[in-house]
């Protein structure tokens, strides 16, 4: 069973704060990917990564850098949070790139 | 960029209804189709996929979708709704199967509230 987990189901933070979002896979992945889910938008890109190191900008990237130094880790970095980042972020990932996403349970994220 | 399309933002059903969720997207090429269900409190998790083959595709729960070229539709069908099935839709395409470009782009969602 693939298991995608992520660091906190509920953050909060103060705007211009610094913050850190962990997601880990345990199916030996290739690819892996950042999503934020607001009602009435769906799911949109925030960036991907293909391989260690490998990263792309999605849909929209603004605000936002990642990190992937290991192949089953992939950190989504706010940062200067404000407060038009408070969101549901999702963690995602897959074999091949336009293949079946396991999804992770997600991280509420609310800037003050 | 490819785009797709779920019309039905808030649907609103009985218990025993028929459901039918409409999803298009705007690539021409070859697709890979997906339809996600979130319920609520939970992950997103699959409900069905379809890479090629027969274009009625069956996913769990008496899921089912029919992919039709022609309209670059792929829309979502159950026979009869439960109130278990009270959930967030997600309709999502992929472009083949090789290459950063080929990432999957989501539909904005359906909102079933089934009553009983």
């Known amino acids: 069973d693939v298991k995608v987990t992520q660091s906190s189901r509920y953050l909060v933070k103060r705007t211009g704060e610094k913050v850190f979002l962990e997601c880990v896979q345990d199916m030996d992945h290739e690819n892996m990917f950042w999503y934020r889910q607001d009602p009435g938008l769906g799911l949109r890109l925030i960036y991907f990564?293909?391989?260690?190191?490998?990263?792309e900008k999605g849909d929209i990237p603004e605000g936002y850098s990642v990190s992937r130094e290991k192949k089953e880790r992939f950190s989504l970095i706010l940062e200067s949070a404000s407060t038009n980042q408070t969101s549901m972020y999702l963690c995602?990932?897959?074999?091949?790139?336009?293949?079946?996403?396991?999804f992770g349970p997600g991280t509420r994220l609310t800037v003050l | 960029a490819q785009s797709v399309s779920q019309h039905n933002h808030h649907v609103i059903l009985s218990e025993a209804a028929s459901l039918e969720l409409g999803c298009n997207y705007s690539y021409g090429g070859t697709v890979n189709l997906f339809w996600y269900v979130q319920y609520p409190g939970q992950h997103l998790q699959l409900l069905l996929k379809?890479?090629?083959?027969?274009?009625l595709v069956k996913g769990i729960k008496g899921f089912e979708a029919e992919f039709i070229k022609s309209k670059f539709s792929f829309n979502l069908r159950k026979p009869s709704v439960q109130w278990s099935d009270t959930a967030e839709y997600f309709c999502a395409v992929g472009r083949g199967l090789t290459g950063g470009g080929n990432k999957l782009t989501f539909g904005t969602g359906t909102q079933l509230k089934v009553e009983l």
């Open positions: 995602a990932s897959s074999f091949r790139i336009a293949d079946e996403q396991f």
């Open positions: 990564s293909y391989d260690v190191k490998m990263k």
């Open positions: 379809y890479f090629s083959g027969d274009p």
